[in-house]
């Protein structure tokens, strides 16, 4: 497993000094920099791979709910809020966790070890290993249906059921043959294979119909239909 490498993007000294001592506890964790601004991070996310954010949500420049649409979806979110009420636009836009404040460094812990699970994740030519809770399960690609997004889960809709595992969405996308799924939606990812018909702005998997964002919806008519 590399390193992993983080930004810390908070307008709070203190809140940016306790997560820099936190990820200096983490042996898979790099710092590159820390921000009080988000928009200084800019340019260090553009010249730079940066792999983990940890942002901040409350800042007076910008909100780090609206700088998170800014960046490239290669780069995996922690928000780090004193905000409750910010948790579920925080997991719509599919960030690997909701840190509320004042972070433990247990809590810190376990939502880094997201990015560090995701990434270490198996797949082979047609087989993915997926986590799901003290379990291990090894799916076949033929078998997924498609996945489903809900909050800080995804849940793989496979011919044998369901399973649910803690990871992102945007992670796992990384991590499927492109020849095969296809991301239709930011909840969702379908296997081409599996998919029937387009109707209106929905795909269809035998009866279920899966909606078609409008940002996909021309990448979707043109590659599956």
Same mark, same amino acid.
């Given at each position: 497993m590399g390193t992993i490498k983080c930004l810390i993007v908070? %307008?709070?000294?203190?809140?940016?000094?306790?997560? @820099? *001592?936190?990820v200096a506890k983490v042996n898979f964790l790099e710092l590159v920099?820390?921000?009080?601004?988000?928009l200084d991070?800019?340019?260090? #996310?553009?010249?730079?791979?940066? =792999?983990? #954010? #940890?942002?901040?949500?409350?800042?007076?420049?910008? !909100?780090? $709910?609206?700088?998170a649409k800014m960046i490239s979806p290669d780069?995996?979110?922690?928000? *780090? *809020? +004193?905000y409750s009420e910010y948790a579920l636009e925080g997991f719509e836009l599919n960030a690997i966790d909701?840190?509320? @404040?004042?972070? $433990?460094?247990?809590?810190?812990?376990? +939502?880094v070890n997201k990015i560090k699970t995701d990434t270490e994740q198996d797949t082979s030519e047609d087989t993915i290993i997926v986590k799901s809770g003290y379990d291990l399960h090894k799916i076949k690609f033929d078998s997924i249906l498609y996945i489903e997004s809900d909050s800080e889960y995804v849940i793989y809709h496979t011919l044998q059921g369901k399973i649910?595992? &803690?990871?992102? #969405? *945007?992670?796992?996308? !990384?991590r499927l043959p492109k020849e095969l799924f296809m991301r239709v939606h930011r909840s969702y990812i379908v296997n081409?294979? !599996?998919?029937? +018909?387009?109707?209106? !702005? %929905?795909?269809?998997i035998e009866k279920v119909a899966i909606p078609v964002?409008?940002?996909?919806? =021309?990448?979707?008519?043109? &590659?599956?239909?």
């Open positions: 908070d %307008d709070e000294e203190l809140a940016r000094s306790l997560l @820099k *001592t936190y920099a820390d921000f009080e601004n988000p991070a800019i340019k260090v #996310l553009k010249e730079q791979k940066i =792999d983990l #954010l #940890l942002l901040d949500i409350q800042m007076p420049e910008i !909100k780090g $709910t609206e700088f780069t995996q979110v922690i928000f *780090t *809020t +004193a909701y840190l509320l @404040k004042p972070i $433990t460094f247990e809590r810190f812990l376990k +939502a649910m595992s &803690n990871q992102s #969405l *945007t992670a796992l996308e !990384k081409k294979k !599996k998919v029937s +018909a387009l109707k209106g !702005k %929905d795909v269809f964002s409008a940002s996909y919806f =021309d990448s979707v008519k043109s &590659n599956l239909f």
